[in-house]
Each structure stands twice: as structure tokens, then as C-alpha cells.
């Protein structure tokens, strides 16, 4: 038997470039804090830059905010909550939410092109995926406002009053979304940070909440990294903290709210298993297995990174996948036919890189397609592992990068022990044909959000949220309203 | 395309090895929803300056310009090898099509027309397009369409039969026609159109490539729907799979409604990112049309121009 036969990709029909245009975007040399409905200069007196991962490129001066600045932010929210927000009517408060989603809708090209070059996203994730999810949660929450007591019947719900959030850089404007929807749809005002490395979105929302009218205070927006977000959390005045981030700062918080009457949801890290059977429609879970480990670079806390073949299809499902990741294109995440692009920074790259190392160094076979990258800027190739096993660090360790770990399962019992064997709970997929299979597996895994027969799948009326080490409490759906409530 | 070449070809690649016949009851599964999504990431491909133009001249020379109809003439499938032979006339560089498709009784008149052209001839066989008749009646018509030249036979498949469930007549069927085509090469078409479901479609197509199909072909272009994305997309992975398996390559052609560049540099999409660069010719991927050609003109013309062109510019035959 002869080599076994193989599908050439080094196309002799390549793409020619198709880059969305950058010169509609209107971006400030600098941006200063958002308080009070004003902009206002930075206590700090600091300011840092903000960098195109693509290009290394500096895009805008971004203020960082100390203490004074989050006391501040925090005293506009107070006096909002106090004097307009928790007076206005559960009505009024609706329409104000439906009109920041129209404006999003409205400036929705503006939005995805700042986020793919703050984030180093492709613009085909944010333009389709980031920026009208973002919308859509804004328009699903402003529809609660006045339901809220339809939503808890017999019990009499009532805001906490100043919301403290803090957003991770890996879906910044959605994010954002997620947590300033429902905490203004039960009648909380808000202080929320972005993330150091994705500032940019989350003050041109700052800009379209100007544009709604939302009465001063209401949402105020501040920049920084972790010290800023250790002020939001210990601030005496806050009443409620949600986090989006690592496991490790989700602990830190943790710590930092006990015996404190703050609320808490955290949503953080996650190694989710993706569970291939062999009667499965293979191809499709191929599909599903790249979309899992490799959208958005992999920088996504559901991101199915530990995969499981059952073992009669290993070989198939392998070729197929091999297949599959050579025909993605990396590179310019403005171009319209870019699949993976950049790491959203070198300090990122670098933990990528270490991951990579040592699944080498622990023995496992790396496989990477085999596209050139560019020269400038933070890039990884889709990279999978195979022969790995639980004890591998690669297979319990968050990586937060376009890295799967491939091993394979005999039975159902063997893959549910194997998937819940692990500190996270975040996510998990199944792939079968078999309803029946489908139906226990799901209500044996120690997982927040299971999909079957797909993956990373998002919806506003969903909840979302983890188990175990993957944090608590849910963000979307009814049950996103909860944590923003006196019930 | 010569086909002593392609003989050649399949002999030098020399890893052919005869795969074990599957039980057809047990073809793959397929999931509509995903199948979705794999094409929603086709569709978004932006294909633009050279790689369109690469594009459209390629699909030009993968058409099968095709007509029938009860009224097809013998003036009628004259005028269409003319426009096989002379795409273009203010445009002379351009690829021609792959083969043009009549039924059996016009195949020596357009055999004659097209000779000395690389243009192939093709003929629908086996009581196109329901395929309702007798095995011997088929294969009748298939040896009609072989004595009279036909460089392809494109048969239809006994949707019945597999409807009913019996796979082994719907293949040996094939299998049949295939030995009394000869040295033609034979397309089979699935009619997927009437088969109601993906997994159908897949596991008519794996029943196809097994009973020695050299091409697989959505639609006779009588029913609606045709040609879609996600059928095609089912379709060659089932070639894929095959040649995963036996190192042997299948063709596939999508058939109707196929009528706008547009969606045909999407299919071709959809062949490169499937398949790769192998399959990028018309030995292995031919589109069965008959209003297609002159859109693709139309848009190479655009490319070449700058402008577009009224349609009063493109001859229609």
C-alpha cells in the first residue's frame, strides 16, 4: 500500500485581498474617562496607549483611572440612581435602553472595525457575530424593563442600586452588552471598566449612550487595568460586582468581597470538553470543532480546547480536521476572507507560546496548518495536539489560544469522568445522531452551557454561565436578571 | 479533455486501491444545521479583481452549455455548438465551455459540429429524467448515446427504487450503464431535488461513486429544487470520503439554477476549500447550464472593460 492519498491546498486560486476600509472611523487622539454624562481628565494624570495587535501600531492615548477617578465614577452613579434613574419610570427606562441598541445598529460598521483593530479580531467575527449579538442583548433586555415583575411573579423586585463591572478584551462591546443591558433593565446604574489591552468600543459606546440621552451618570465608563478594577471592587459604595475574566482574578475578587453586602457574578475561565461519537455526522462536527477551538483565536472562556474522538473514528475524524484547519487563512483581521487573526497581545502570545512548549515538551504531536503569517504583529497558527492525556498541562490548563488537545474515549462513562475532570465547568459539545445520547450526556456533564451538534452558539434569551472554578451566577436570558435584583 | 489523458492520469497516480463495498444503510449521517453553517462560511468569501477573473474563466471552461427540451431542433442544438465554439467573438482569448449536453437523438449532429474543438459532447441516457423504464430500455438509450459519439453519458438514477429502499438495484443499475458506456465517462444524477432529505442525498451519492460513477451531478434541472450549496457540499464530501479511502477522484457538477456568477464562483469556493486545487479543472467539476455562460462573459468583460455591457452584447443562443 502506497502513501495514502492526499488533498492539496497550496491553491493555485488564491483570494485577492478584500480589506473593509478604516477610513470611515472616527478615532480621538485621546480618550478621557466617561463620568457623569462628561468626559472628564484623569485624576491620574495618565494616560496609555492602545495598539493594533495586527500592526503594532499605536491607535489612541487612553486615560487610566485611580482610585479618585473610580470614587468619582462611582458618586455620579450614586447621585443617578438616587436622583433620576430609580424614579424613572420602568418604561422609561426601556425606551432609553431600545435607543442605545438602534444606535448600535446604526453605527454597527463603525463598531466592528474599531473592535477588529483595538482586538485584533477578524472582521467577519465582529461584524457578524460581536457587534449584532451586542445589539440584540440591548434589545432583548430593554424589553424586560417594564416585565420585571412578571418575570418573578408573587415577589416584589427592586435594583441594588450601583453595579460595579469589569470586562474581559476578548469580546469587548459584547461584553459590555452583556453586563450594562440587564443591570438597566432592573433599574441599577453602573460603573464599568474595559479591559487594558480593548479600550476603544467601550468608549464609542460611551459616545452613543451621549447620543440616546441617557440621563448623566447613569453608565459611566472608566479604563485602566487591574488596580483600577481593584478600586471598583473594594469601593464601599458598590453594591453589586460582575466580573468577566480569569479564574485567577475572579479569585482575588472573591476574597475581596467577603463580608461585604456586595452581590457577585463571576464569569471566568473554562477548558471545555467537545465530544465526538462515531456516529456522529462527522463532517459537521469538524465544523463544529474548528469553530469551537479556533473562533476568535481562540480567545473565548467556552472555547471547546479539549476534544474527544471516540476511537473508532479517530483516524477520520484527524484527516478530516487537518484537512479543515488547511484551509484557513490567517492573517489581516480587516480582511473580509481573513479566519484567525491576530493575538490580541505579545503578552498573550507569549502564554501561548509557553503552552506550546511545553506540550512539546511533555511528548504530545503538535500538527499547525501551514499558512504563512505576517511579518509584523502577534500570530499563531491553529495549532492541535494529539497523543495528550488528562495528566497533560495542555489538557488541564486554560491556554486562551487557537490550541486543541485531542485525545480519544472508548465508552460514554469513560468521556463524562474524562469531561468533568477538570476545575472548570464553563461549557461543553456533543456530537451524536442519537437524541437518547444526547439527552444523558447533558444531564450528567458538570457543565454551565452544553450544545449539541454545535457549537459556541450564542442568543441573548440564553443564560450563560459556569460551574465549579468557571465562576457563578448566569449573564442573558430571565435568569440574567437575577443578579441585578432584591428579590 | 482526452480521455486517454485522463485514462493516463488515473493510471500514474497509482494508488488506487479497490475499496470494500459499504452497506448503504449505514452511510454517513448528516446534519442539515451544520451543513448551514459550513456554506454561510463559503458565502461570506469576498472574491474580488484577479481571484474573480481567475475564477470566472475557470467556471467558463467548466460549463456544460446545455438544452433539453421536447422542442429542441436540430437548428436549435445547432445554434448551441456555435456558441460553444464562438463564446465571444469581440473576446477571442477566452476559454471555451467543457462539453455541451442534448439529448441522445442530437448527439452525432453535434458531434459533427463540434469536431476538431476541444468541446466534448454529452448526453442525458436511461428515460431522462424520471428514469422510469426497464433496465433494458436504459441501457438502450445509453448505447444509442455511445454509438452516435457521445464523449459522456449523463444517466439518472431510479429515484423509486431508492425511495423503496432497494439500493442494490439502484446500483447494480448504474453499474450497468457504466459497462455499456464504455470508454464515455458517465455522470449520474442523483435528482436530489426528489430525494428529501441530506442523509439521502449522501448515501445516494456514496451508492453512485461505489457502482463506478466518474462524475456525480445534482439535478436533471427539471425539478425544483436544482443545484443547491448544501446539497453540493454534501455531495463532495462523499467524494472526499472516497478519495480518503481509495485515492480515486470523482468528478461533480452541480446542474440548474445556477444562473448568476456570483453563486458559481461560490460553488467553486466551496470545490477549492472541499477538495483543493486537484479538482479545480474541468476534468473533475463541470456546472450543467444553460443561461450561465453569458452572465460569466458579461462579468469577465466587466473585469477586462471597467463597465458593464448591455446583455444586447452577448449572443443568446
Known amino acids: 500500500m502506497g502513501k495514502s492519498p492526499t488533498l492539496e491546498f497550496d491553491s493555485k486560486w488564491n483570494l485577492s485581498p478584500a480589506p473593509e476600509s478604516t477610513g470611515h472611523i472616527n478615532l480621538k487622539e485621546q480618550y478621557d474617562l466617561f463620568i457623569g454624562g462628561k468626559w472628564v481628565k484623569p485624576a491620574s494624570k495618565k494616560y496609555f496607549d492602545t495598539i493594533n495587535p495586527a500592526t503594532e501600531k499605536v491607535l489612541a492615548k487612553v486615560a487610566e483611572a485611580n482610585e479618585k477617578d473610580v470614587n468619582r465614577a462611582v458618586l455620579a452613579a450614586r447621585k443617578a440612581y438616587n436622583e433620576v434613574w430609580s424614579k424613572l419610570s420602568a418604561g422609561e427606562r426601556g425606551k432609553y435602553i431600545y435607543r442605545i441598541a438602534r444606535l448600535i445598529q446604526e453605527r454597527a460598521r463603525e463598531f466592528s472595525v474599531i473592535e477588529s483593530m483595538d482586538g485584533g479580531k477578524v472582521i467577519r467575527e465582529s461584524r457578524d457575530v460581536d457587534v449584532p449579538l451586542a445589539a440584540a442583548h440591548f434589545f432583548y433586555y430593554a424589553g424586560w424593563a417594564d416585565k420585571l415583575k412578571y418575570a418573578f411573579p408573587n415577589r416584589n423586585p427592586q435594583p441594588l442600586g450601583v453595579a460595579g463591572q469589569i470586562i474581559p478584551w476578548n469580546f469587548p462591546l459584547l461584553m ?36 440616546a440621552g441617557l440621563p448623566p451618570g447613569v453608565v459611566n465608563i472608566v479604563s485602566g487595568a487591574g488596580e483600577t478594577g481593584a478600586a471598583i471592587v473594594n469601593h464601599p459604595d458598590v453594591n453589586k460586582i460582575a466580573f468577566t475574566g480569569s479564574t485567577g482574578v475572579g479569585k ?51 472555547a471547546g480546547s479539549r476534544l474527544f474522538i471516540q476511537e473508532s473514528v479517530k483516524d477520520t475524524v484527524l484527516r478530516k480536521l487537518r484537512d479543515r484547519m488547511e484551509s484557513l487563512i490567517v492573517g489581516d483581521p480587516m480582511d473580509k476572507n481573513t479566519d484567525i487573526g491576530a493575538i490580541n497581545s505579545k503578552e498573550q502570545l507569549g502564554i501561548i507560546k509557553k503552552y506550546i512548549e511545553v506540550g512539546k515538551k511533555e511528548g504530545a504531536t503538535m500538527y499547525q496548518n501551514s499558512c504563512d503569517l505576517p511579518k509584523k504583529g502577534y500570530w499563531c497558527r491553529p495549532t492541535l495536539f494529539t497523543n495528550v492525556s488528562q495528566s497533560s498541562r495542555i489538557v488541564q490548563e486554560e491556554i486562551f489560544g487557537p490550541v486543541l488537545a485531542v485525545q480519544t474515549f472508548r465508552t460514554i462513562d469513560e468521556v463524562i469522568a474524562k469531561a468533568n475532570n477538570s476545575p472548570y465547568g464553563l461549557s461543553a459539545g456533543v456530537w451524536t445522531d442519537k437524541g437518547s445520547k444526547i439527552f444523558n450526556l447533558t444531564s450528567q456533564m458538570k457543565a454551565g452551557i452544553v450544545w449539541a451538534n454545535s457549537y459556541n452558539k450564542f442568543d441573548p434569551t440564553s443564560p450563560f454561565g459556569g460551574y465549579k472554578e468557571s465562576g457563578f451566577g448566569r449573564e442573558g436570558g430571565l435568569h440574567g436578571l437575577k443578579p441585578y435584583l432584591n428579590l | 479533455m482526452d480521455l486517454v489523458i485522463f485514462a493516463e492520469q488515473q493510471a500514474f497516480m497509482g494508488k488506487s486501491r479497490a475499496p470494500q ?32 477573473l481567475q475564477g470566472l474563466k475557470m467556471i467558463l471552461n467548466m460549463i456544460d452549455l446545455t438544452t433539453l427540451e421536447g422542442a429542441d431542433t436540430r437548428g436549435k442544438v445547432s445554434q448551441l455548438c456555435n456558441k460553444a465554439k464562438f463564446l465571444h467573438a469581440s473576446n477571442p482569448d477566452l476559454p471555451t465551455v467543457a462539453a455541451v449536453c442534448v439529448y441522445p437523438n442530437f448527439v452525432s449532429q453535434a458531434k459533427k459540429a463540434l469536431l476538431g474543438s476541444p468541446i466534448n459532447v454529452a448526453s442525458v441516457a436511461t428515460a431522462f429524467p424520471a428514469g422510469q423504464s426497464s433496465l433494458d430500455v436504459k441501457i438502450a438509450d445509453t448505447k444509442l448515446a455511445v454509438d452516435n459519439g457521445a464523449d459522456e453519458v449523463d444517466m439518472v438514477i431510479s429515484r423509486g427504487r431508492f425511495h423503496q429502499g432497494e439500493y442494490n438495484y439502484v446500483f447494480d443499475e448504474i453499474a450497468a450503464v457504466k459497462e455499456a458506456c464504455g470508454s464515455a465517462r458517465l455522470k449520474v444524477i442523483l435528482e436530489t431535488g426528489e430525494l428529501g432529505a441530506l442523509d439521502k442525498v449522501r448515501r445516494a451519492s456514496d451508492i453512485a461513486i461505489y457502482a463506478g460513477a466518474d462524475f456525480i451531478k445534482t439535478s436533471t434541472g427539471k425539478i425544483s429544487p436544482a443545484a443547491t450549496l448544501p446539497v453540493t457540499c454534501v455531495m463532495l464530501e462523499a467524494i472526499r470520503d472516497y478519495f480518503y479511502e481509495s485515492g480515486t477522484m470523482i468528478g461533480m457538477k452541480p446542474a440548474g439554477g445556477i444562473s448568476n456568477s456570483k453563486l458559481a464562483l461560490q460553488y467553486l469556493m466551496l470545490v477549492k476549500e472541499t477538495l483543493g486545487d486537484a479538482w479545480l479543472s474541468n476534468q473533475w467539476f463541470r456546472y450543467g447550464a444553460s443561461s450561465l455562460a453569458n452572465d460569466v462573459l458579461m462579468q469577465i468583460e466587466k473585469q477586462r472593460t471597467g463597465n458593464y455591457q448591455s446583455k444586447d452584447y452577448f449572443s443568446k443562443d
Open chain 1, 176 to 211: 459590555a452588552a452583556w453586563k450594562i443591558a440587564p443591570a438597566l433593565a432592573t433599574g441599577n446604574t453602573v460603573v464599568i471598566k474595559s479591559a487594558e489591552t480593548t479600550p476603544l468600543t467601550l468608549y464609542k459606546l460611551a459616545e452613543v449612550i451621549e447620543s
Open chain 1, 252 to 302: 482575588i475578587i472573591q476574597r475581596a468581597v467577603v463580608g461585604t453586602n456586595k452581590k457577585t457574578t463571576l464569569e471566568l475561565g473554562g477548558k471545555a470538553a467537545n465530544i465526538v461519537f462515531e456516529d456522529a455526522p462527522l463532517d459537521q462536527a469538524v465544523e463544529g470543532i474548528i469553530n469551537g477551538i479556533y473562533f476568535n483565536q481562540g480567545h473565548v472562556c467556552c
Open chain 2, 21 to 52: 463495498i459499504p452497506d448503504f444503510r449505514l452511510t454517513p449521517r448528516i446534519d442539515q444545521v451544520g451543513v448551514g453553517e459550513r456554506i454561510s462560511r463559503i458565502t461570506t468569501r469576498s472574491i474580488k479583481s484577479n481571484a474573480k
